[in-house]
């Protein structure tokens, strides 16, 4: 299990900032997209509606619509708001469809280029088998860093070496067995783990307060995919940059034409 960056308080506080700012945006979004729908004159059948309610009830409460209005009193919800929400849901799905990802189309040529562009980057799965020593932000790390890096090229075994010095209280250690590491460990490794041949070390990586030093114990990378078989990622990855893209000018053309108050709690 890989250890946590060290955040300080004031780098918890931007990262809240930062969450917040986008819950916000996205929450402005949403409502400019569903005003959006009502504004205009297109409308979803009232029978639609209706049946994707009664498919709710059916999957989630087994079909006892006293299950739902037990569940909805339990949160203080009211059954029209509840109906609301759904409805805006299918309004919001609808109108994205419509304006951002039916809008979509992505040529042979352009996937193509995209291949040849990336495709040291479209493989089998990346897997490795890797040993990693960390220090916590503390006055005595950089001397145990170089203690534990020095002793390393001198010879003596990584693990060994790793399991005795994180008896100290700000070191730690972990050995992964065969895995892929962007499933486990967090993107500066990731890319340290990439840059290793197998049994070289890494320098020490910094990841927020904490610094890693990285042993390659077996890399296992995957063949380069050919067009054929990299076609469909390729294609998805287009297609997901482009209704990023189309969706940020739809809804930057909303805001522009809005006007847009909020109050924020004290």
């Known amino acids: 299990m890989s250890a946590e960056p060290d955040f300080t308080s004031r780098n918890r506080q931007e990262i809240f900032d930062e969450a917040f700012k986008r819950s916000l945006d996205n929450l402005i979004a949403r409502r400019l997209i569903i005003q959006s729908y009502y504004n205009g004159s297109a409308r979803i059948p009232d029978g639609v509606f209706d049946k ?16 739902l209005r037990a569940e ?19 309004i919001y799905r609808a109108m994205r469809q419509s304006m951002v990802n039916g ?7 352009e996937i193509r280029r995209e291949y040849e562009a990336r495709k040291d980057e479209f493989r089998e799965s990346f897997a490795a088998s890797f040993s990693l020593f960390g220090v916590k932000s503390d ?16 010879g003596e075994t990584f693990d060994a070496l790793g399991e005795a010095f994180s008896t100290n209280a700000i070191a730690f250690f972990n050995s992964y067995e065969m895995c892929d590491p962007s499933e486990s460990v967090s993107p500066a490794i990731l890319d340290a783990l990439r840059a290793l041949k ?6 020490p990586v910094a990841v927020g307060s904490q610094r890693f030093v990285i042993r390659m114990n ?3 990378l995957g063949r380069e995919l050919t067009l054929r078989e990299a076609v469909e990622k390729v294609g998805d990855d287009i297609r997901m940059r482009e209704a990023d893209r189309l969706y940020d000018a739809w809804v930057a053309r909303l805001r522009e034409a809005a006007a847009i108050k909020y109050y924020m709690p004290k």
Request: glycine residues 4%; without cysteine; proline residues 3%.
């Open 103 to 109: 809008n979509i189309n992505v040529s042979p040529n």
């Open 218 to 220: 077996e890399l296992r």
């Open 52 to 67: 994707q309610r009664a498919e709710i009830v059916e999957k989630d409460y087994g079909g006892d619509n006293s299950k």
């Open 72 to 90: 909805l009193a339990e949160r203080r919800i009211s059954y029209d708001d509840w109906k609301k929400q759904v409805e805006e849901v299918m």
């Open 139 to 154: 006055p005595r790390a950089d001397a145990l860093l170089a203690d534990f890096s020095a002793r390393v090229a001198a």
């Open 198 to 203: 197998n049994g070289e070390v890494s320098q």
